[in-house]
């Protein structure tokens, strides 16, 4: 169902561009045969330096690596002892998995507006949402900036309740110079073939709180302890083991971590390509008045994980959808990041309702996520800048 490219005449280019995607160089690969080749395939020394790696490079005190990112939230969650009855607050604007953690411990996702400029969750609209039910506070540093933690971190300790940090995003990015993952009570982060830094499937849950990481600890592996400390009896031997709490097998493999690892030596190098192509794209598109580029704080030192742009339906003859086949005409395949949690069927059917937060649905009407990865070609960019202008042009309200 392809459509042409607009005037009938050639697209910008002749091969698709996707909106991301991996990079793995020959040191990734030799990382992850090393490990074949080795005696432990999970459980075995790269867990143990990936864990150091990710305390090294956030600052923060321990660190957990799990098999993914929505793990890692769940753990993050059974930690502080989320469960039924209690209500967890974020944003509409991020996957499904940030509101679904909640859910899996049997509390109530609560959904607070964003900021209609930076489209993180705003804390104003947080402070309302509070009440004697809230334990936590789930907040996404979406595209990789950094959400307003010093508000948040704020209102948290006044109320009591615990700030979790979805940084699936965000891994780089540091706030007031602060890295992330050393800032909230727990963090999180994902490493996704399309994040910034990827092991295939991977996450980890970071912390400063030691008594909080004895707990992400055992709830990665079933609730099972080798550590006579933590056992309720006294041990029968070298081979006795205590099962003390309820918990998961989230796990990462050694293999995983290898790569995560290798990827991790590389961040520098990702940050500053992605920085390169976000001020490009931000350059051109602020002289474009059918599109809004999103806000960047202060506070936040971003590496970029996506690029939003957000066009003026009022300013075009086309609507966002029409806009996003347009550009896929053009060969320039996009995404849109996010459907709003709760418009999802699922979250309808637990009695969720259009209208819930209006910024975060308005969002939602007027944007398309650009290519941005590492990889990009300074050619492919500028593909993309010619197909957003030349779209903005031909449909152009006069
Ligand atoms: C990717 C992502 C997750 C989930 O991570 P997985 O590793 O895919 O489970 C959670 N939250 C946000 C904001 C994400 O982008």
Redesign the pocket.
């Known amino acids: 169902m392809e459509r042409p490219a607009i005037e009938g005449g050639r697209p910008v280019r002749e091969t698709n561009l996707f909106y991301g995607h991996q990079y793995i160089d020959e040191a990734d690969i030799e990382a992850v045969t090393g490990v074949l080749r080795s005696d432990f395939l999970t459980c075995g020394p790269k867990i143990t330096e990936l864990e150091k790696r990710l305390c090294e490079l956030t600052g923060a005190g321990y660190a957990t690596a799990v098999s993914?990112?929505?793990?890692?939230?769940h753990i993050a969650c059974q930690a502080v002892g989320i469960q039924e009855g209690d209500e967890v607050i974020t944003t509409p604007i991020?996957?499904a998995?940030?509101a679904n953690c909640a859910l899996y411990c049997g509390a109530r996702p609560v959904f607070a507006d964003i900021d209609s400029q930076t489209y993180n969750i705003d804390p104003a609209r947080v402070a309302e949402k509070i009440t004697d039910a809230t334990k936590a506070v789930v907040a996404?540093?979406?595209t990789g900036q950094a959400a307003p933690l010093d508000e948040l971190l704020a209102l948290c300790r006044e109320k009591g309740i615990v700030l979790i940090e979805?940084a699936?995003?965000s891994i780089g990015t540091r706030y007031n110079g602060r890295p992330v993952g050393s800032i909230a009570d727990i963090t999180?982060f994902?490493?996704?073939p399309?994040?910034t830094v990827t092991g295939g499937?991977?996450?980890a849950v970071l912390t400063n709180n030691r008594e909080l990481y004895t707990k992400i600890n055992l709830f990665r592996a079933h609730g099972i302890t080798r550590d006579e400390t933590l056992m309720r009896h006294p041990s029968q031997g070298g081979w006795y083991y205590e099962q003390i709490a309820l918990g998961m097998n989230y796990r990462m493999t050694d293999i995983q971590a290898a790569l995560i690892c290798s990827q991790l030596d590389k961040l520098e190098l990702f940050g500053r390509r992605r920085r390169e192509i976000v001020e490009r794209y931000n350059r051109a598109f602020e002289n474009i008045p059918e599109v809004f580029v999103q806000k960047e704080t202060e506070k936040s030192d971003t590496v970029r994980?996506l690029y939003i742009l957000r066009i003026r339906p009022e300013r075009l003859t086309i609507d966002r959808r029409q806009f996003f086949d347009a550009m896929a005409a053009e060969h320039i395949c996009c995404n849109v990041?996010y459907i709003p949690v709760y418009r999802h069927p699922y979250y309808e059917s637990l009695g969720y309702e259009k209208g819930l937060c209006p910024e975060a649905e308005r969002l939602y009407d007027e944007i398309v996520s650009l290519p941005l990865y590492y990889s990009m070609t300074d050619q492919d960019v500028e593909d993309v800048i010619l197909a957003v202008k030349k779209i903005c042009e031909y449909y152009r309200k006069s």
């Open positions: 993914n990112g929505t793990a890692a939230l991020t996957f998995a940030s996404v540093d979406f979805d699936a995003h999180t994902s490493f996704h399309v994040k499937e991977g996450g994980h990041h």
